[in-house]
């Protein structure tokens, strides 16, 4: 199956989306910038990252701090190989015009393997075999905030899938601590995940972009919790975390914006449908959506979920309080 889609100049200039297959990043494996290697664990899931330069592999640990070990004993669940090469083109994606561009993503399959491309790399990756190929762009592989960036998004795609094999999920979310117990403000961007963080002095901010949710095993199967120190991707409010912390899950908030604060309990079906669309990356292949539905209903039936209407107040705290 061959998903590469526009044409390329003879300048290595991408006129249009240019989405490789899995051959072009087989033959692109003997093209690393060094002998460097590095791991990143998140979740359980560790991503050992091989073929980078000297300056490359220091600019993850620096990024990526703990992740770069296991924070504190979690279980590794899986271990990705992913070799990393240099593609003589300038880009894969097209721009169109906006910054924005920067982080638009294609996604798709090819031999039962997940694709996916950006305007500055590309990747395949098999769950199955637990190896794959990030192709950097040879500006992004010379430029350290565009590797920096490319190489964090790169692994939003990557463990947004292989959370969903151990029952846990990245949830587009703000996920704030109080007294112990996580709640989690989720919703599509401008529904108030950033509000509801600046309005929260009092929590512990775990994120205000993406959240590890999932089903903890052994003595407290069952049992639904949040991570506080194995997911990098925290936004702008989240502190860096020196430690692994699992905080069990009060409840699920999907925002909207209203002039009072009240909350709507929901359930079953419209529970799950609104999780499930604030999950990033998954659901763009059938089969892969089907998994996460069988993840989020499990989680559905260990926290509650409610809808949250609310003010540009703390006020919607109070609200909170009634009902969890």
Partial sequence: MTVTVGTTTAQGRSREDFVPDIAFHRALQSSARGPAAISITVGGVRVRLQGLSEAQAGAVRERFGVFCDNMSGTPIAAHFAIDVATFENETFLAMRGTPSELYRIRIAEDEGSTLAASHEWSCWFDEEAAAGTLALAAVTADDPKAFDRALE?????????????????????????????????????????????????????????????????????????????????????????????????????RLVKDSDDYVVPLSGARAVGEIVSSLPFVTERPERAGRAIDVVSKAVASAPVFQLHFRKDRTFWNAIGEVV
């Fill in 153 to 253: 998004n790169f692994l939003r795609v990557l463990y947004a899938h292989a959370l969903l094999a151990g029952d846990g999920f990245l949830l587009h979310a703000a996920g704030l601590v109080r007294d112990g117990r996580a709640y989690l403000f989720f919703g599509p961007s401008g529904s108030g995940k950033t509000t509801v963080t600046t309005m929260s002095p009092d929590a512990t901010v775990l994120s205000d972009d993406l959240t590890l949710v999932r089903l903890v095993e052994g003595e407290d199967a069952g049992r639904l919790v949040c991570h506080s120190g194995s997911v990098p991707f925290r936004g702008v409010f989240a502190p860096r975390p020196e430690r692994e912390v699992l905080y069990p899950v009060a409840g699920f908030f």
